[in-house]
Structure formats: structure tokens, C-alpha cells
């Protein structure tokens, strides 16, 4: 492994224990990077049993999010092209969208976080 860091709170992160069941908006994770094969491991501690897990589906978030930030830009830049230029609508739109993406980003981790368990690993 070349690289890892400290556990950390994941706050807005929802986590479901595959052991225990235990659900939380924060999370207690951390990222893990192997560098053969090259791949990032994100590792999720459940802080009421201990047990490791990992999303069953880790890129699904990525392209979730992704996608709404191409959609939030279009939407921004059409603004803009109305508007003629930068002005206080766009900011608005773009303010409004980010807010909007991120209580998306929350409540969409709810039903598309699924996880499974790994092996305990200390480093
Ligand atoms: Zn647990």
C-alpha cells in the first residue's frame, strides 16, 4: 500500500453497517491507495462494532455527481447567454444550484450507499 490517511468524519455521508446495521449521516472513513494494481480504496469503520466496509458501488456517486455538475452548468450557462453576459441571475442560478446539489448529494448517498464488509486492516 503507498499510501493512507486517518479516519475521518464524513458528515452528510450515509453509512449502513453491513454487520450491525447500523445507519449514520456521518460517516468514519478514510482513503487508501495501492499502487499495484492502481486503485483508491475508500474504507468505512462502523463506530459501533468496528467492523471495515467498502461501497458496493464506489464510482456510482462520481458519475452521479458528475452529471448534475454538467447539467448545473448548462443550466448556468444558458442563463447566461439570456442574460447577455455574468449577472446577478446567474450568480443567483449558480448559488441556488450548488445549494441544490449538495441536499441532492445527501439524500441521494441514502438510497445509493450500499456497502460491504472487508477485512480489519490497522496501519
Ligand atoms: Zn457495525
Known amino acids: 500500500m503507498a499510501f493512507t490517511s486517518e479516519f475521518k468524519t464524513w458528515w452528510f455521508h450515509w453509512f449502513r453497517c453491513p454487520s450491525c ?5 456521518s460517516a468514519y472513513a ?5 499502487e499495484q494494481p492502481p486503485r483508491l480504496l475508500f474504507r468505512f469503520r462502523c ?4 467492523q471495515d466496509s467498502k461501497l458496493t458501488h464506489p464510482h456510482l456517486n462520481m458519475l452521479i455527481g458528475f452529471a448534475a455538475s ?14 447577455g453576459g455574468w449577472g446577478i441571475s446567474s450568480v443567483l442560478v449558480l448559488l441556488l444550484g450548488v445549494a ?8 441521494l448517498s441514502r438510497v445509493v450507499n450500499r456497502y460491504v464488509s472487508v477485512a480489519r486492516v490497522e496501519l
Open 21 to 25: 446495521s447500523f445507519g449514520t449521516f
Open 30 to 34: 478514510r482513503a487508501e491507495y495501492q
Open 47 to 50: 463506530k459501533r462494532c468496528g
Open 70 to 83: 454538467v447539467i448545473l452548468f448548462l443550466v448556468v450557462f444558458w442563463v447566461a447567454l439570456i442574460e
Open 100 to 107: 441544490t446539489l449538495w441536499v441532492l448529494n445527501c439524500a
